[in-house]
């Protein structure tokens, strides 16, 4: 929902960064107000991935110029674990298993770990588990996988539903979902889409990366970003994803170059 | 700089005299625990003459394991050579400074209790819940009873230093000198559900031979667990204590046996546990080890009967100069059987974790399924693993898989959690304990597996 009146959650700038030594983004501009929904879709290898890890922290990967501002707050000089409990979450393509640990503790320490951090009192474990179990409800999701391990031996639906579970305990201000669609079957897509949607508030925002205009049938984007080459190159609305449905990447690389050629 | 011709020649030659002194060392070292072993055995009064002598021409056989032993590579006993170790006494008060483990089972009303301390049976705290067909005892009290003596005659004939690799040096060492023998003998249909609990403690700074002998008839089925504990050493001394286990699996017996290895940081712990299995018998044992200074368990299962199911779970987790050595044998002959074991070792600062694993399966053993894993958690840069799956498969219709990872924590696992809100920190501390807890969770004891948990949690803190 565009609202232009609406507060900037997000605001990146000139973002570069790389990966042992490799740069993989090459000045990524990027705003997200409260309320919206983006989808940035592009070809693999464009750095759609590696933007979302980026905000999210992941140490692998060395900013190497611009900035990133999050509800104010330079985003770059906190910890993962700080901007989790300042409110980014990141969906993984690929969830972790965690065996040993069950996904009900797992849920708990993070749940707890958001509200010690916001100055708020640690809920118990009984009242945990009331909480759980009505959020299970938003990604049907049985109660029994709250007592396996995390993630371990999940089918990939289960896993991402699990992942939006997550989401719903922390209430995020800022939802990245990193290929949530993939290897989804269509009724997992449904329950996962319908747990996102539930999930969207107007003080709140989504940014969708995927491959697939399918998924944007069910989580309708207000805008649709194109990555290539570690850049967003082309901003539009939800009917810029049918036309890369229809017409592929190819036409937008080629005004790409030709717009690069320009500047020079 | 030059050397004078010649000093080579005299640098070895002094080398080898300080060997052969280190080997004279050896052998007199072992002869030493012979003595001590034999004098306690005569002042137990166990009328085992046949079994003991037997002992002690076994170990006169053997030398001190040294480096140059294959099974004992990596597992170094020279520092307990600098040690004179006296045969321990019998506690003067019986009660003993306990730790959590032990105290976790103590508190429990229903369970079997057996306690030793130093060795020796501790009537006062021990505790029974009477059942049918079951007889929980040390050997000394057994004995005294004439209604036992003739049933149990046979069994220690038949049963007592019986199974396979008595032969081994400590085994043989624990036979010529334990002091009492706690007998845990559950008869033919019998299904005890009371855990039956052996808890042993030591105060000491000594030698002692502990002794346990399972018999589970025919259709029997029992729930064991042995605990071994003690009092912090005085100071510059260290502890010896040796354990044999000897567990009989009647055709269709079932035991879950689990054994818990928390002693006190100067302490050499040296145990076997042989497991004879019969037709259609189920084992399963869950070792921990988080203990002593030096400790190594001998698991050693071998069957006597076809369609057997093994269940071997491990777990080590070590730091300082904490060494753990777990020398696993598992030898199927007949036809039919299912083995599983997981063995998990977590090693910090600069311990060191010992995994030889041997399966055997003979050309009779068709149709066997088993599988061995084992896993290792490196946490720091100056601690050690060595690793040695040992599949030796003659049969040729058989599922047989094995594995081995050594690995430090992820940091992509570290990364997830963190993305949820958790301190890096505190994230390694749930995945060390996520990979502990997989073994941890087949103590099938609510209240010993709390305690291990607690105990595993303060121990990633």
Known sequence: MINENAKTILSVRNLHASVEGTEILKGVDFEVKSGEVHAIMGLNGSGKSTFSKVLAGHPDYAVTQGEVIFKGENLL???????????????????LEIPGV??????????????????????????FDDLVEERSEIVKMDVSFLDRSVN??????????????????????????????????IDALKIVSSGVNQLSTPSNATVLITHYQRLLNYIVPDYVHVMAKGRIVKTGGKELAQKLEEKGYDWLTAEDTVAEEAMV | MTKPAGSDALDSIAVSAAESSRSINRETYLKHLLTQAAAAADESGLPLKDVRDLAIALVGDCTFPTNRDEAWRFTDLSDLLSHSLQRAEPPTAQSSSQSDISATLTSLDDVHQLVSINGYYARSISKKVPAPGVTIAPLSQLLQKAEYKAQLEPILTERLARVKGAEEVFTALNTAGFTDVMVVWVKADQIVDTPICIVREAEESSISHLRTLVIAERHASL????????????????????????????????????????ESEHTFHIAKTAVDQATNSRYQCTAIDLGAHLSRHHLEVFQSGPQTDTHLYGLSALRDCQLADTHSLLTLTYPHSGATQIQKNIVDDKAHAVFNGRVFVSQEAQHTDASQLNRNLMLSSKARIDTKPELDIVADDVK????????????????YLQSRGISSEQAQRLLLYGFAMEIVEKISVAPLRQALSDRLTVWAS
């Not at chain 1, 000089?77 to 969830?95: C, K």
């Not at chain 1, 069950?102 to 509200?115: E, G, K, M, T, W």
């Not at chain 1, 289960?158 to 669609?181: G, S």
């Not at chain 2, 898989?401 to 570290?414: I, M, P, R, Y």
């Open chain 2, 400 to 415: 047989c898989a094995h594995g081995a990872t050594v690995s430090q924590l992820q940091a992509d696992e570290v990364f």
């Open chain 1, 102 to 127: 069950s996904n009900r503790d797992f849920l708990r320490v993070a749940y707890n770990a958001h509200r010690k951090a916001n100055g708020e009192e640690e809920v118990d474990v009984f009242d």
């Open chain 2, 223 to 262: 729930t064991l667990v042995e605990t071994f504990t003690g009092s912090p050493e005085a100071a510059d001394t260290i502890r010896c204590n040796t354990s044999v286990t000897e567990l009989w699996l009647a055709e269709g017996a079932q035991v879950n046996h689990m054994r818990i290895q928390d």
């Open chain 1, 77 to 95: 000089e906190l910890e993962p674990h700080e901007r989790a409990n300042s409110g980014v979450f990141l969906a993984f393509q690929y969830p």
């Open chain 1, 152 to 185: 371990e031996g999940f089918s990939g639906g289960e896993k991402k539903r699990n992942e939006i579970l997550q989401m719903a305990l922390l209430e995020p201000t800022l939802a990245i979902l990193d290929e949530t669609d993939s290897g989804l079957d």
